[in-house]
């Protein structure tokens, strides 16, 4: 394993990627899923500096803002990689238009959650069959829900292991490695989006709310799409 000369952290974080992941790292064994957010753009340059072969994956929605598309490319030609694209089924998303509308969404939460399967679970779950790990980038300091986590998971719907390297980084932490590694930052963190998901089920947060706080907003709910549950 390629260690870098970034500082402390970034030794643990590949010694830790080491210990858990073992040595038989590879794309059928191993998935790393990014949404381009601050603490994906740090594992992607983690793994990719320590030359771990994965199946590097992110879901293209059909309801991205602009601004994460760009980031996107703008990833793919600072690694010189290519972020294999998870679609959903096209068939059921004119069906969900045609018969719930995508309004339907802020008023129903069954109806949320059926968009959020649509376009987010059923499309991981067909990457993951097969795989032993799913390497994420949450923190538990993001939300209540996710303060109780641990950073190795068993996943028995998923049928893997998760894996949470950054899950204790602070913030501080976050922001200094990505000074230091230089990966492209999503520019709608300058304005005020601390969790960027879909541009409709996301909006900046205030001052005093957690970093979840943003995603579909007007509900009472746990601010997960089912992707991760505490």
Known sequence: MVYSS???????LFEEMNAVLGPDVSPERVVLTTSFSMEDQILTWAVLKA???????SLD???LFPATRQTWKATEDHFGVEIRALLPNSKEVVDFTKT???SSIYESVDARK?????????PLKAACAGKEWW????????????ASMSNVEDAPDWGLK???PLLNWSDQEVQSALLKTGVPVNPLYAMGYKSIGCAP????VLPHEDARAGRWWWEQSSKECGLHRG
Request: net charge positive; glycine share 10%.
């Open 201 to 204: 089920c996301t909006r900046p």
């Open 100 to 102: 719930s509308g995508l």
């Open 114 to 122: 059926s968009c959020c399967a649509m376009r987010k679970i059923r």
């Open 162 to 164: 998760k894996f949470h």
């Open 6 to 12: 970034t500082g402390p952290w970034f030794s643990a």
């Open 61 to 63: 929605t059909g309801c």
């Open 135 to 146: 390497i994420t980038g949450l923190r538990s300091n993001q939300s209540e829900n996710r």
């Open 51 to 57: 030359g771990l072969d994965v199946d590097l994956v």
